[in-house]
């Protein structure tokens, strides 16, 4: 069994940047996708970014393009997202994610989670 531990949220003022770190451990599969999804208050889980493991394929949704890098370690076994240039309605808890096979922004397709990471971006 995988498991996913995100770290990393915090609050923030807009402009600024904070970095996300999941660190998994435990039965990894072959090939997999991490994926970063967020959720706000009120409103659904979304696709934020995502990686293909051990391709390498990016994959960002169009909110954050430009502004949020992933980035991976493989001998850390940790994925990362560098968050620069933060908005406020960037504000919702962050979590990390796996499935086997290929990349998904469907948060349904994904059957690990980390806990998730609160952040919180001020104006």
């Known amino acids: 069994q995988v498991q996913l531990v995100e770290s990393g949220g915090g609050l923030v003022q807009a402009g600024g940047s904070l970095r996300l770190s999941c660190a998994a451990s435990?039965?990894?599969?072959?090939?997999?996708?991490m994926g970063w999804f967020r959720q706000a208050p009120g409103k659904e889980r979304e696709f934020v970014s995502g990686?293909?493991?051990?391709?390498?394929?990016?994959y960002y949704a169009d909110l954050v393009k430009g502004r949020f890098t992933i980035s991976r370690d493989y001998a850390k076994n940790t994925v990362y997202l560098q968050m620069n240039s933060l908005k406020p309605e960037d504000t919702a808890v962050y979590y990390c994610?796996?499935?086997?096979?290929?990349?998904?922004?469907?948060?349904?397709?994904?059957?690990?989670w980390g806990q998730g990471t609160q952040v919180t971006v001020s104006s």
């Open positions: 990686i293909n493991w051990p391709g390498g394929s990016k």
């Open positions: 994610a796996q499935k086997g096979g290929g990349m998904s922004p469907r948060p349904n397709e994904y059957d690990v």
């Open positions: 435990g039965r990894t599969l072959s090939s997999y996708a």
